[in-house]
Protein backbone atom coordinates (compact mmCIF):
# COMPACT_ATOMS: atom_id res chain seq x y z
CA UNK A 1 0.00 0.00 0.00
CA UNK A 2 2.72 2.47 0.78
CA UNK A 3 5.62 3.22 -1.29
CA UNK A 4 8.17 1.79 1.30
CA UNK A 5 6.45 -1.40 1.51
CA UNK A 6 8.12 -3.04 -1.93
CA UNK A 7 10.73 -4.90 0.68
CA UNK A 8 9.24 -5.59 4.24
CA UNK A 9 12.41 -8.00 4.82
CA UNK A 10 14.08 -4.39 5.49
CA UNK A 11 11.39 -2.56 7.64
CA UNK A 12 11.26 -2.31 11.40
CA UNK A 13 9.19 -0.90 13.98
CA UNK A 14 6.15 1.27 13.34
CA UNK A 15 6.87 1.60 9.23
CA UNK A 16 6.85 -2.52 9.47
CA UNK A 17 3.76 -2.76 11.47
CA UNK A 18 1.87 0.19 9.37
CA UNK A 19 2.98 -2.04 5.60
CA UNK A 20 2.03 -5.25 7.73
CA UNK A 21 -1.39 -3.77 8.87
CA UNK A 22 -2.19 -2.73 5.54
CA UNK A 23 -2.08 -5.98 3.33
CA UNK A 24 -4.56 -7.31 1.14
CA UNK A 25 -5.29 -9.91 3.89
CA UNK A 26 -5.67 -6.84 6.36
CA UNK A 27 -8.15 -5.17 3.81
CA UNK A 28 -10.31 -7.98 3.43
CA UNK A 29 -9.87 -8.55 7.52
CA UNK A 30 -11.29 -5.03 8.09
CA UNK A 31 -14.16 -5.13 5.35
CA UNK A 32 -15.15 -8.06 6.85
CA UNK A 33 -16.66 -5.99 9.92
CA UNK A 34 -18.31 -4.67 7.46
CA UNK A 35 -20.21 -7.83 6.38
CA UNK A 36 -20.84 -8.47 10.10
CA UNK A 37 -22.69 -4.96 10.33
CA UNK A 38 -24.35 -5.29 7.42
CA UNK A 39 -26.03 -9.11 8.04
CA UNK A 40 -26.61 -7.68 11.50
CA UNK A 41 -28.77 -4.05 9.82
CA UNK A 42 -30.25 -7.00 7.52
CA UNK A 43 -31.35 -10.07 9.88
CA UNK A 44 -33.09 -7.43 12.18
CA UNK A 45 -36.00 -6.09 9.95
CA UNK A 46 -35.96 -9.61 8.32
CA UNK A 47 -36.24 -11.79 11.45
CA UNK A 48 -38.92 -9.40 12.89
CA UNK A 49 -40.82 -9.95 10.01
CA UNK A 50 -40.07 -13.75 10.35
CA UNK A 51 -41.42 -13.04 13.79
CA UNK A 52 -44.33 -10.46 12.98
CA UNK A 53 -45.70 -13.29 10.95
CA UNK A 54 -45.85 -16.31 12.90
CA UNK A 55 -46.95 -14.55 15.92
CA UNK A 56 -49.68 -13.28 14.21
CA UNK A 57 -50.45 -16.77 12.15
CA UNK A 58 -50.48 -18.58 15.86
CA UNK A 59 -53.04 -15.81 16.82
CA UNK A 60 -55.24 -17.14 13.97
CA UNK A 61 -58.76 -17.71 14.34
CA UNK A 62 -58.39 -20.03 11.07
CA UNK A 63 -56.77 -23.10 12.97
CA UNK A 64 -54.72 -24.18 10.44
CA UNK A 65 -52.74 -21.06 9.88
CA UNK A 66 -52.43 -21.09 13.84
CA UNK A 67 -50.98 -24.14 13.92
CA UNK A 68 -48.55 -23.20 11.22
CA UNK A 69 -47.53 -20.40 13.52
CA UNK A 70 -46.90 -22.19 16.79
CA UNK A 71 -45.28 -24.86 15.04
CA UNK A 72 -42.90 -22.84 13.10
CA UNK A 73 -42.09 -21.22 15.94
CA UNK A 74 -41.73 -24.59 18.16
CA UNK A 75 -39.70 -26.98 15.66
CA UNK A 76 -36.63 -24.02 14.36
CA UNK A 77 -36.39 -23.21 18.60
CA UNK A 78 -36.03 -26.57 19.68
CA UNK A 79 -33.37 -27.35 16.62
CA UNK A 80 -29.65 -26.59 18.02
CA UNK A 81 -28.39 -23.67 16.03
CA UNK A 82 -25.19 -25.45 14.77
CA UNK A 83 -27.44 -28.55 13.43
CA UNK A 84 -29.15 -26.02 11.79
CA UNK A 85 -26.56 -23.73 10.29
CA UNK A 86 -24.60 -27.17 9.29
CA UNK A 87 -27.03 -28.69 7.25
CA UNK A 88 -29.91 -26.50 6.36
CA UNK A 89 -27.92 -24.46 4.16
CA UNK A 90 -26.86 -27.19 2.40
CA UNK A 91 -30.59 -28.02 1.77
CA UNK A 92 -32.15 -24.95 1.40
CA UNK A 93 -29.40 -23.82 -1.45
CA UNK A 94 -30.47 -27.71 -3.01
CA UNK A 95 -33.82 -26.89 -2.62
CA UNK A 96 -33.65 -23.90 -4.63
CA UNK A 97 -31.47 -25.69 -7.28
CA UNK A 98 -34.04 -28.30 -7.54
CA UNK A 99 -36.55 -26.41 -8.07
CA UNK A 100 -34.89 -24.06 -10.73
CA UNK A 101 -33.38 -27.73 -11.97
CA UNK A 102 -37.03 -29.01 -13.02
CA UNK A 103 -38.61 -25.43 -14.18
CA UNK A 104 -35.13 -24.56 -16.41
CA UNK A 105 -33.89 -28.56 -17.77
CA UNK A 106 -37.65 -30.16 -18.21
CA UNK A 107 -35.81 -32.85 -20.60
CA UNK A 108 -32.77 -33.75 -18.61
CA UNK A 109 -33.65 -37.72 -17.88
CA UNK A 110 -30.56 -38.50 -15.09
CA UNK A 111 -31.70 -38.20 -11.55
CA UNK A 112 -31.05 -35.44 -9.32
CA UNK A 113 -29.71 -37.55 -6.53
CA UNK A 114 -27.11 -40.30 -8.10
CA UNK A 115 -25.25 -42.29 -4.84
CA UNK A 116 -24.08 -39.48 -2.83
CA UNK A 117 -24.03 -36.74 -5.28
CA UNK A 118 -26.66 -33.99 -5.93
CA UNK A 119 -26.55 -33.36 -9.38
CA UNK A 120 -28.35 -30.69 -11.40
CA UNK A 121 -28.03 -29.51 -14.82
CA UNK A 122 -25.56 -26.37 -15.61
CA UNK A 123 -28.08 -23.76 -15.93
CA UNK A 124 -30.06 -24.71 -12.99
CA UNK A 125 -27.17 -23.85 -10.90
CA UNK A 126 -27.24 -21.54 -8.08
CA UNK A 127 -25.35 -19.05 -8.81
CA UNK A 128 -23.94 -20.13 -12.32
CA UNK A 129 -20.48 -21.67 -12.51
CA UNK A 130 -19.87 -18.61 -14.68
CA UNK A 131 -20.53 -16.02 -12.45
CA UNK A 132 -18.26 -14.15 -11.63
CA UNK A 133 -17.19 -14.76 -8.06
CA UNK A 134 -18.68 -11.67 -6.00
CA UNK A 135 -22.20 -13.54 -6.82
CA UNK A 136 -20.65 -16.81 -5.26
CA UNK A 137 -20.53 -14.31 -2.29
CA UNK A 138 -23.53 -12.28 -2.51
CA UNK A 139 -25.62 -15.84 -2.76
CA UNK A 140 -23.49 -17.37 0.16
CA UNK A 141 -24.41 -14.41 2.43
CA UNK A 142 -28.19 -14.38 0.89
CA UNK A 143 -28.07 -17.97 2.69
CA UNK A 144 -26.82 -16.69 5.73
CA UNK A 145 -29.70 -13.90 6.22
CA UNK A 146 -32.42 -16.30 5.32
CA UNK A 147 -31.04 -18.93 7.86
CA UNK A 148 -30.33 -16.13 10.16
CA UNK A 149 -33.69 -14.95 9.87
CA UNK A 150 -35.97 -18.24 10.14
CA UNK A 151 -33.94 -19.43 13.17
CA UNK A 152 -34.48 -15.62 15.21
CA UNK A 153 -37.43 -14.96 13.61
CA UNK A 154 -38.96 -18.11 15.55
CA UNK A 155 -37.79 -16.73 18.81
CA UNK A 156 -39.30 -13.33 17.92
CA UNK A 157 -42.36 -14.47 17.08
CA UNK A 158 -42.50 -16.18 20.69
CA UNK A 159 -41.44 -12.64 22.27
CA UNK A 160 -44.21 -11.02 19.82
CA UNK A 161 -47.10 -13.66 20.02
CA UNK A 162 -46.52 -12.65 24.38
CA UNK A 163 -46.52 -9.06 23.78
CA UNK A 164 -49.87 -9.30 21.45
CA UNK A 165 -51.42 -11.13 24.80
CA UNK A 166 -49.83 -8.94 27.39
CA UNK A 167 -51.44 -5.67 25.73
CA UNK A 168 -54.82 -5.19 28.21
CA UNK A 169 -58.18 -6.76 27.17
CA UNK A 170 -59.47 -3.64 27.93
CA UNK A 171 -57.90 -1.81 25.17
CA UNK A 172 -59.59 -4.07 22.20
CA UNK A 173 -62.78 -4.27 24.18
CA UNK A 174 -62.65 -0.57 23.75
CA UNK A 175 -61.64 -0.37 20.06
CA UNK A 176 -64.73 -2.84 19.13
CA UNK A 177 -67.05 -0.93 21.51
CA UNK A 178 -66.01 1.88 19.12
CA UNK A 179 -66.92 -0.33 16.56
CA UNK A 180 -63.65 -1.25 15.04
CA UNK A 181 -63.60 -4.28 12.87
CA UNK A 182 -60.90 -7.03 14.25
CA UNK A 183 -58.64 -6.31 11.77
CA UNK A 184 -58.72 -2.44 12.28
CA UNK A 185 -58.29 -3.39 16.20
CA UNK A 186 -55.53 -5.51 15.50
CA UNK A 187 -53.85 -2.51 13.38
CA UNK A 188 -54.75 0.11 15.03
CA UNK A 189 -54.51 -0.63 19.07
CA UNK A 190 -53.03 -3.90 19.25
CA UNK A 191 -50.17 -3.47 16.85
CA UNK A 192 -48.73 0.25 18.55
CA UNK A 193 -49.20 -1.10 21.58
CA UNK A 194 -47.66 -4.38 22.01
CA UNK A 195 -44.07 -3.05 21.36
CA UNK A 196 -43.02 -2.24 24.48
CA UNK A 197 -44.34 -5.71 26.22
CA UNK A 198 -41.93 -7.09 23.35
CA UNK A 199 -39.15 -4.70 23.76
CA UNK A 200 -37.11 -6.84 27.01
CA UNK A 201 -37.43 -10.05 24.98
CA UNK A 202 -36.53 -8.30 21.44
CA UNK A 203 -33.68 -6.28 23.12
CA UNK A 204 -32.46 -10.19 24.43
CA UNK A 205 -32.45 -11.25 21.39
CA UNK A 206 -30.83 -8.70 19.50
CA UNK A 207 -27.73 -9.40 21.71
CA UNK A 208 -27.68 -12.82 21.05
CA UNK A 209 -28.02 -12.54 17.29
CA UNK A 210 -24.79 -10.49 17.67
CA UNK A 211 -22.60 -12.65 19.41
CA UNK A 212 -23.94 -15.30 16.75
CA UNK A 213 -22.66 -13.67 13.74
CA UNK A 214 -19.69 -15.58 14.07
CA UNK A 215 -21.21 -18.54 12.60
CA UNK A 216 -21.62 -17.07 9.62
CA UNK A 217 -17.93 -18.64 9.24
CA UNK A 218 -20.01 -22.06 9.40
CA UNK A 219 -22.07 -20.89 6.63
CA UNK A 220 -18.79 -20.70 4.32
CA UNK A 221 -18.58 -16.71 4.85
CA UNK A 222 -15.45 -15.37 5.73
CA UNK A 223 -15.88 -13.51 8.46
CA UNK A 224 -14.02 -11.68 10.91
CA UNK A 225 -13.30 -14.79 12.90
CA UNK A 226 -11.94 -16.29 9.72
CA UNK A 227 -9.61 -13.90 9.00
CA UNK A 228 -8.57 -13.59 12.49
CA UNK A 229 -7.67 -16.89 13.09
CA UNK A 230 -5.84 -16.89 9.68
CA UNK A 231 -4.07 -13.77 10.50
CA UNK A 232 -3.14 -14.68 13.78
CA UNK A 233 -1.75 -17.82 13.04
CA UNK A 234 2.17 -18.58 12.44
CA UNK A 235 3.47 -17.28 9.90
CA UNK A 236 6.60 -19.29 8.50
CA UNK A 237 9.32 -16.34 6.14
CA UNK A 238 8.62 -18.97 3.30
CA UNK A 239 4.95 -18.24 3.24
CA UNK A 240 4.82 -14.33 3.70
CA UNK A 241 6.99 -11.48 3.77
CA UNK A 242 5.88 -10.50 7.32
CA UNK A 243 6.77 -13.55 9.60
CA UNK A 244 5.67 -13.77 13.00
CA UNK A 245 4.79 -15.98 15.96
CA UNK A 246 1.29 -17.28 17.38
CA UNK A 247 -0.54 -13.59 17.10
CA UNK A 248 -4.19 -14.89 17.32
CA UNK A 249 -4.79 -13.64 20.74
CA UNK A 250 -3.66 -9.80 19.31
CA UNK A 251 -6.27 -10.79 16.99
CA UNK A 252 -9.20 -12.63 19.19
CA UNK A 253 -8.35 -9.17 21.63
CA UNK A 254 -9.59 -7.00 18.91
CA UNK A 255 -12.78 -8.95 17.96
CA UNK A 256 -13.46 -9.18 22.18
CA UNK A 257 -13.20 -5.38 21.64
CA UNK A 258 -15.36 -5.01 18.97
CA UNK A 259 -17.72 -7.48 19.87
CA UNK A 260 -18.30 -5.74 23.45
CA UNK A 261 -18.67 -2.21 21.82
CA UNK A 262 -21.26 -2.83 19.86
CA UNK A 263 -22.80 -4.89 22.86
CA UNK A 264 -22.43 -1.52 24.65
CA UNK A 265 -23.90 0.94 21.67
CA UNK A 266 -26.87 -1.96 22.19
CA UNK A 267 -27.69 -1.24 25.26
CA UNK A 268 -27.49 2.53 25.08
CA UNK A 269 -29.73 2.58 21.97
CA UNK A 270 -32.58 -0.18 23.59
CA UNK A 271 -33.01 2.30 27.03
CA UNK A 272 -33.65 4.87 24.38
CA UNK A 273 -35.97 3.28 22.87
CA UNK A 274 -37.72 1.69 25.82
CA UNK A 275 -38.38 5.63 27.42
CA UNK A 276 -39.60 6.59 24.10
CA UNK A 277 -42.07 3.62 23.79
CA UNK A 278 -43.21 3.95 27.22
CA UNK A 279 -44.43 7.41 26.64
CA UNK A 280 -47.81 7.74 26.94
CA UNK A 281 -48.70 3.56 27.60
CA UNK A 282 -51.24 1.92 29.99
CA UNK A 283 -47.75 0.10 31.63
CA UNK A 284 -45.95 1.29 34.96
CA UNK A 285 -43.17 3.10 33.25
CA UNK A 286 -45.83 4.95 30.97
CA UNK A 287 -47.58 6.60 33.85
CA UNK A 288 -44.38 7.08 35.99
CA UNK A 289 -43.58 9.35 33.00
CA UNK A 290 -47.46 10.77 32.70
CA UNK A 291 -47.12 11.71 36.82
CA UNK A 292 -43.26 13.04 36.04
CA UNK A 293 -44.73 15.56 33.07
CA UNK A 294 -48.07 16.59 34.94
CA UNK B 1 -42.89 -13.94 -33.02
CA UNK B 2 -43.30 -16.55 -30.11
CA UNK B 3 -41.23 -18.87 -31.89
CA UNK B 4 -37.85 -16.48 -32.24
CA UNK B 5 -37.97 -15.51 -28.68
CA UNK B 6 -38.37 -19.13 -28.06
CA UNK B 7 -35.45 -19.40 -30.29
CA UNK B 8 -33.40 -16.94 -28.63
CA UNK B 9 -34.37 -18.17 -25.21
CA UNK B 10 -33.23 -21.79 -26.07
CA UNK B 11 -29.74 -20.27 -28.04
CA UNK B 12 -28.78 -18.48 -25.15
CA UNK B 13 -29.77 -21.71 -22.61
CA UNK B 14 -26.97 -23.53 -25.07
CA UNK B 15 -24.46 -21.30 -24.72
CA UNK B 16 -24.89 -20.51 -20.93
CA UNK B 17 -24.54 -24.36 -20.49
CA UNK B 18 -21.69 -25.02 -23.44
CA UNK B 19 -19.70 -21.70 -21.19
CA UNK B 20 -20.55 -23.17 -17.93
CA UNK B 21 -19.22 -26.25 -18.66
CA UNK B 22 -15.89 -24.63 -19.28
CA UNK B 23 -15.53 -23.29 -15.74
CA UNK B 24 -14.34 -25.56 -12.99
CA UNK B 25 -14.57 -24.32 -9.76
CA UNK B 26 -11.70 -25.99 -7.52
CA UNK B 27 -12.19 -26.12 -3.73
CA UNK B 28 -9.33 -25.75 -1.34
CA UNK B 29 -8.62 -25.21 2.11
CA UNK B 30 -5.94 -22.56 2.06
CA UNK B 31 -4.40 -23.13 5.72
CA UNK B 32 -1.88 -26.02 4.96
CA UNK B 33 1.20 -24.50 3.50
CA UNK B 34 3.40 -25.45 1.48
CA UNK B 35 0.63 -27.25 -0.01
CA UNK B 36 -2.52 -24.41 0.00
CA UNK B 37 -2.74 -20.95 2.01
CA UNK B 38 -3.41 -17.52 1.30
CA UNK B 39 -0.56 -15.15 0.51
CA UNK B 40 -0.39 -11.60 2.02
CA UNK B 41 -2.94 -10.16 -0.85
CA UNK B 42 -5.45 -12.95 0.11
CA UNK B 43 -4.79 -15.20 -2.27
CA UNK B 44 -5.02 -18.94 -2.74
CA UNK B 45 -0.62 -19.85 -3.25
CA UNK B 46 1.05 -22.71 -2.81
CA UNK B 47 2.32 -25.79 -4.35
CA UNK B 48 -1.63 -27.37 -5.66
CA UNK B 49 -2.15 -23.10 -6.56
CA UNK B 50 0.52 -23.90 -8.92
CA UNK B 51 -0.42 -27.18 -9.94
CA UNK B 52 -4.10 -26.24 -10.45
CA UNK B 53 -3.44 -23.76 -12.52
CA UNK B 54 -0.86 -25.74 -14.73
CA UNK B 55 -3.36 -28.76 -14.98
CA UNK B 56 -6.47 -26.14 -16.26
CA UNK B 57 -3.92 -24.43 -18.38
CA UNK B 58 -3.17 -27.98 -20.24
CA UNK B 59 -6.77 -29.38 -20.07
CA UNK B 60 -7.78 -25.63 -21.93
CA UNK B 61 -10.57 -25.69 -18.75
CA UNK B 62 -11.37 -22.14 -17.25
CA UNK B 63 -10.71 -22.51 -13.30
CA UNK B 64 -12.02 -20.65 -10.31
CA UNK B 65 -10.67 -21.19 -6.93
CA UNK B 66 -12.66 -21.75 -3.73
CA UNK B 67 -11.43 -21.21 -0.20
CA UNK B 68 -13.61 -23.27 1.99
CA UNK B 69 -13.56 -25.33 5.07
CA UNK B 70 -11.43 -28.59 5.42
CA UNK B 71 -14.68 -29.57 7.70
CA UNK B 72 -17.47 -29.55 5.18
CA UNK B 73 -15.14 -29.83 2.00
CA UNK B 74 -17.02 -32.84 0.99
CA UNK B 75 -20.59 -32.23 1.64
CA UNK B 76 -19.75 -28.61 -0.37
CA UNK B 77 -18.33 -31.11 -3.15
CA UNK B 78 -20.96 -33.47 -3.04
CA UNK B 79 -23.86 -30.68 -2.92
CA UNK B 80 -22.54 -29.00 -6.07
CA UNK B 81 -20.88 -26.32 -4.71
CA UNK B 82 -17.63 -26.57 -6.40
CA UNK B 83 -16.20 -29.05 -8.75
CA UNK B 84 -12.83 -30.52 -7.16
CA UNK B 85 -11.11 -30.56 -3.78
CA UNK B 86 -7.46 -29.76 -4.40
CA UNK B 87 -6.35 -29.64 -1.18
CA UNK B 88 -3.68 -32.42 -0.06
CA UNK B 89 -6.17 -34.99 0.26
CA UNK B 90 -4.75 -38.22 0.52
CA UNK B 91 -6.42 -41.17 -1.60
CA UNK B 92 -8.05 -43.40 1.00
CA UNK B 93 -10.77 -45.78 0.96
CA UNK B 94 -13.37 -44.44 3.32
CA UNK B 95 -13.05 -41.51 1.45
CA UNK B 96 -13.56 -43.21 -1.99
CA UNK B 97 -16.96 -44.55 -1.02
CA UNK B 98 -18.26 -41.11 -0.93
CA UNK B 99 -16.33 -39.51 -3.41
CA UNK B 100 -14.13 -39.82 -6.63
CA UNK B 101 -10.13 -39.71 -6.97
CA UNK B 102 -7.72 -38.39 -9.97
CA UNK B 103 -4.66 -40.48 -9.79
CA UNK B 104 -2.37 -39.12 -7.52
CA UNK B 105 0.19 -36.18 -7.87
CA UNK B 106 2.64 -36.51 -4.72
CA UNK B 107 3.33 -40.03 -4.13
CA UNK B 108 2.58 -41.78 -0.50
CA UNK B 109 4.68 -39.97 1.91
CA UNK B 110 5.05 -40.61 6.01
CA UNK B 111 3.47 -38.65 8.11
CA UNK B 112 5.87 -36.97 11.12
CA UNK B 113 5.28 -35.93 14.33
CA UNK B 114 6.77 -32.79 16.22
CA UNK B 115 6.92 -32.24 19.88
CA UNK B 116 8.84 -29.97 22.08
CA UNK B 117 11.43 -32.78 23.16
CA UNK B 118 12.47 -35.86 21.14
CA UNK B 119 12.05 -37.98 24.33
CA UNK B 120 7.86 -38.13 24.64
CA UNK B 121 5.86 -40.97 25.12
CA UNK B 122 3.30 -41.28 22.16
CA UNK B 123 1.46 -43.97 23.17
CA UNK B 124 1.16 -42.87 27.50
CA UNK B 125 1.31 -39.31 25.99
CA UNK B 126 -1.76 -37.22 23.84
CA UNK B 127 -1.45 -36.58 20.35
CA UNK B 128 -2.83 -34.11 18.18
CA UNK B 129 -4.46 -34.23 14.99
CA UNK B 130 -6.56 -32.08 12.33
CA UNK B 131 -9.96 -33.34 12.51
CA UNK B 132 -10.92 -35.66 9.40
CA UNK B 133 -7.83 -37.10 8.09
CA UNK B 134 -5.59 -39.62 7.94
CA UNK B 135 -3.36 -39.09 10.97
CA UNK B 136 -6.42 -38.54 13.09
CA UNK B 137 -8.28 -41.93 12.17
CA UNK B 138 -4.58 -43.51 12.66
CA UNK B 139 -3.94 -42.23 16.09
CA UNK B 140 -7.70 -43.15 17.13
CA UNK B 141 -6.70 -46.55 15.56
CA UNK B 142 -3.30 -46.97 17.90
CA UNK B 143 -5.85 -46.35 21.08
CA UNK B 144 -3.44 -43.70 21.99
CA UNK B 145 -5.64 -40.55 23.27
CA UNK B 146 -6.13 -37.76 20.40
CA UNK B 147 -7.40 -34.82 20.45
CA UNK B 148 -8.81 -33.30 17.08
CA UNK B 149 -8.82 -29.48 16.03
CA UNK B 150 -10.03 -27.92 13.14
CA UNK B 151 -7.07 -25.98 11.67
CA UNK B 152 -3.86 -27.66 11.34
CA UNK B 153 -2.52 -24.19 13.33
CA UNK B 154 -4.38 -25.02 16.43
CA UNK B 155 -2.50 -28.36 16.48
CA UNK B 156 0.72 -26.72 16.72
CA UNK B 157 -0.36 -24.32 19.38
CA UNK B 158 -2.02 -27.06 21.42
CA UNK B 159 2.04 -28.75 21.44
CA UNK B 160 3.20 -25.10 22.53
CA UNK B 161 0.56 -25.08 25.08
CA UNK B 162 1.27 -28.69 26.73
CA UNK B 163 -2.25 -29.57 25.85
CA UNK B 164 -0.87 -32.00 23.57
CA UNK B 165 2.46 -33.94 23.85
CA UNK B 166 2.88 -34.24 19.85
CA UNK B 167 1.46 -33.20 16.54
CA UNK B 168 1.08 -36.06 14.26
CA UNK B 169 0.52 -34.84 10.54
CA UNK B 170 2.75 -34.48 6.87
CA UNK B 171 5.98 -34.03 7.22
CA UNK B 172 5.92 -31.44 4.46
CA UNK B 173 3.75 -29.79 6.90
CA UNK B 174 5.89 -29.90 9.94
CA UNK B 175 8.91 -29.36 8.13
CA UNK B 176 8.97 -25.35 7.55
CA UNK B 177 7.85 -25.02 11.33
CA UNK B 178 10.27 -26.75 13.11
CA UNK B 179 13.04 -25.33 10.81
CA UNK B 180 12.03 -21.58 12.09
CA UNK B 181 10.95 -22.96 15.64
CA UNK B 182 13.76 -24.05 17.87
CA UNK B 183 11.50 -25.28 20.65
CA UNK B 184 9.77 -27.32 18.51
CA UNK B 185 11.87 -30.65 17.55
CA UNK B 186 10.38 -33.94 14.60
CA UNK B 187 10.81 -36.74 15.52
CA UNK B 188 13.02 -39.70 14.37
CA UNK B 189 9.64 -41.62 14.24
CA UNK B 190 7.80 -41.59 11.69
CA UNK B 191 4.25 -43.62 10.56
CA UNK B 192 3.70 -44.84 6.60
CA UNK B 193 -0.08 -44.22 6.58
CA UNK B 194 -2.65 -43.40 3.87
CA UNK B 195 -2.10 -43.39 -0.07
CA UNK B 196 -0.86 -40.36 -2.10
CA UNK B 197 -2.69 -37.23 -2.64
CA UNK B 198 -5.33 -36.71 -5.12
CA UNK B 199 -7.90 -33.94 -6.36
CA UNK B 200 -11.25 -35.26 -5.28
CA UNK B 201 -14.45 -35.50 -7.79
CA UNK B 202 -18.09 -36.16 -8.12
CA UNK B 203 -18.30 -39.75 -8.22
CA UNK B 204 -20.83 -38.67 -10.87
CA UNK B 205 -18.46 -36.67 -12.56
CA UNK B 206 -16.29 -39.32 -15.21
CA UNK B 207 -15.71 -36.90 -17.68
CA UNK B 208 -13.79 -34.43 -15.42
CA UNK B 209 -11.99 -36.48 -13.47
CA UNK B 210 -10.56 -38.49 -17.16
CA UNK B 211 -9.54 -35.08 -17.78
CA UNK B 212 -7.72 -34.29 -15.00
CA UNK B 213 -6.37 -37.88 -14.86
CA UNK B 214 -4.91 -37.72 -18.64
CA UNK B 215 -3.21 -33.92 -17.69
CA UNK B 216 -1.83 -35.42 -13.99
CA UNK B 217 -0.45 -37.88 -16.28
CA UNK B 218 0.77 -36.08 -18.74
CA UNK B 219 2.69 -33.81 -16.39
CA UNK B 220 4.65 -37.03 -14.11
CA UNK B 221 6.05 -38.29 -17.51
CA UNK B 222 7.74 -34.66 -18.78
CA UNK B 223 8.64 -34.22 -15.37
CA UNK B 224 7.21 -30.92 -14.94
CA UNK B 225 5.23 -32.53 -11.82
CA UNK B 226 8.37 -33.30 -10.33
CA UNK B 227 9.45 -29.74 -10.53
CA UNK B 228 6.65 -28.30 -9.17
CA UNK B 229 6.74 -31.12 -5.77
CA UNK B 230 10.80 -30.57 -5.69
CA UNK B 231 9.54 -26.53 -6.04
CA UNK B 232 7.38 -26.28 -2.86
CA UNK B 233 9.02 -29.28 -1.33
CA UNK B 234 5.85 -30.93 -0.49
CA UNK B 235 6.80 -34.45 -0.94
CA UNK B 236 9.25 -36.87 -2.64
CA UNK B 237 9.33 -37.26 -6.17
CA UNK B 238 7.61 -40.08 -8.16
CA UNK B 239 10.22 -42.30 -10.66
CA UNK B 240 9.85 -42.35 -14.13
CA UNK B 241 6.87 -43.19 -15.40
Not at chain 1, 107 to 120: A, H, K, L, M, Y
Not at chain 1, 138 to 161: D, E, N, P, R
Not at chain 2, 145 to 151: K, S
Request: hydrophobic share 50%; glycine share 8%; with cysteine.
Amino acid sequence: MFEFCTDPASLEGLSWLACYLTTGKHMAFYASFGTVLLLLAVILPTSLLFGFAGASAARSRFWPLSILGKTYSAIVRGVPDIAFFLFFVIALDQAFEYVRHRALCPDWSEPVRQGNDFVVCTAAKLPLSTSPAWMHDAYAFFLAVLTFAIVYGAFAAQVLYGAMRAVPRAQIETAEAYGMSHAQAFWRILVPQMWIYALPGLGNLWMIMVKATPLLFLLGIQDIVYWARDLGGTKQARFTDYPHGDWRMYYFGALLVFYLTLTWVSEKVLDRLTRRLSHGQATAAGEAMRRAGA
Amino acid sequence: MNKLILTAASLALVASTAMAQDVVRMGTEGAYPPWNYLDDDGNIAGFERDLGDELCARAELTCEWVVNDWDSIIPNLVSGNYDTIIAGMSITPERAEVIAFTQEYTPPDPSAYIALTDDVDLAGGVVAAQTGTIQAAFVADQGWTLVEFATPEETISAVRSGEADAVLADKSYLEPIAAEDDGLVLLAREEQIGGGVGMGLRQSDDELRETFDAVIGEMKCDGSLNALIEKWDVASTFGDC
